[in-house]
């Protein structure tokens, strides 16, 4: 079974900075795609950055330039440094992972709704 353990999330002040690490079972890194995505209360989860197998990046527009996605295939483990936290990055944020067109196009930034394995989440909470 493929599974995805979110970690280091917690409480933190606006301003400051959390690095949260997703460990990921059953399958290696070099197979999928993957990604990191939030949901904050009254809102819809939103794909914030995403990383292919060929080592591109995106981000969404509201993270861009405070945000840094990164993995470790020989730990099998996906990072996602927030720098310059808002009280707007208030959210559980989960991991994912595309093991299917992911795999199949390593250039393929899989949208939200095509991610094959999830986490569980981490809260983060910024406070003003």
């Known amino acids: 079974q493929v599974q995805l353990v979110e970690s280091g999330g917690g409480s933190v002040q606006a301003g400051g900075s959390l690095k949260l690490s997703c460990a990921a079972s059953g399958y290696m890194f070099n197979s999928c795609g993957m990604g990191w995505a939030r949901q904050a209360p009254g809102k819809e989860r939103e794909l914030v950055s995403t990383i292919t197998l060929d080592g591109t990046t995106s981000y969404a527009d509201s993270v861009k330039g405070r945000f840094t996605i990164s993995q470790d295939n020989a730990k099998n483990t996906l990072y996602l440094q927030m720098n310059s936290l808002k009280t707007e990055d208030t959210a559980v944020y989960f991991c994912?992972?595309?093991?299917?067109?992911?795999?199949?196009?390593?250039?393929?930034?899989?949208?939200?709704?095509?991610?094959?394995?999830w986490g569980q989440g981490t809260q983060v909470t910024v406070s003003s």
């Open positions: 994912a992972a595309d093991c299917i067109t992911g795999f199949l196009n390593d250039h393929y930034h899989t949208p939200l709704n095509e991610y094959n394995y």
